[in-house]
T-cell receptor, first 115, second 114 residues
């Protein structure tokens, strides 16, 4: 099992540019989560999907952030335009109804730096 | 509403000493409880979980945790610390009736001294 795959692993961009983060969940998992981790705010849930449908996006900081899941094996998190305060590590995680106990499997993260 | 409180943002122990990381939760319904570990530059990985079976739960790398409903606690322990245990540890809670949304604590960084 390849685990959750995220790309890129590192992204450096200038303020105002569009940034797209990508995630491939574990095959067969029907839940997908996007988190942001910073020193100041810890681990924050941004949005999660069930069967490709967004269930809760209350953690998305503002309209500059958007997430999509066009199919069961791919999701994107887009920031447009990016700002320095968006600098963080972004994690994707997946889970499965069949697990019953809701544990999540995390990807390695994308470290985003906005200058 | 659910919440998780981890007592102590940093814990330092000597190699071979007992590890104790504290976690208290709040949940209006019987919870699922988890401990995750994060090594530098990696994602979180599941250490152990409580799902209403045995209250003493054993996980990977010699860690265990005990669910105490009366104290609303789920503290993580390991009898003898190893240098490789140095990492950040997160306690988390899920509401079984609320789907898969999981609330994570702020994390506790464990330092292990030689």
């Amino acid at each position: 099992d390849a685990g959750v795959i995220q790309s890129p692993r590192h992204e450096v961009t200038e303020m105002g540019q569009e940034v797209t983060l990508r995630c491939k969940p574990i095959s067969g998992h029907d839940y997908l989560f996007w988190y942001r981790q910073t020193m100041m705010r810890g681990l924050e849930l941004l949005i999660y999907f069930n069967n490709n449908v967004p269930i809760d996006d209350s953690g998305m900081p503002e309209d500059r952030f958007s997430a999509k899941m066009p199919n069961a094996s791919f999701s994107t998190l887009k920031i447009q335009p990016s700002e320095p305060r968006d600098s963080a590590v972004y994690f994707c995680a997946s889970s499965s109804t069949s697990l019953y106990s809701y544990e999540q499997y995390f990807g390695p993260g994308t470290r985003l730096t906005v200058t | 509403a659910q919440s998780v409180t981890q007592l102590g943002s940093h814990v330092s122990v000597s190699e071979g000493a007992l590890v104790l990381l504290r976690c208290n939760y709040s949940s209006s319904v019987p919870p699922y409880l988890f401990w995750y570990v994060q090594y530098p530059n990696q994602g979180l990985q599941l250490l152990l979980k409580y799902t209403s079976a045995a209250t003493l739960v054993k996980g990977i790398n010699g860690f265990e945790a005990e669910f105490k409903k009366s104290e609303t606690s789920f503290h993580l322990t390991k009898p003898s610390a190893h240098m490789s245990d140095a990492a950040e540890y997160f306690c988390a809670v899920s509401d079984r009736t609320g789907g898969f949304k999981t609330i994570f604590g702020a994390g506790t960084r464990l330092f292990v001294k030689a």
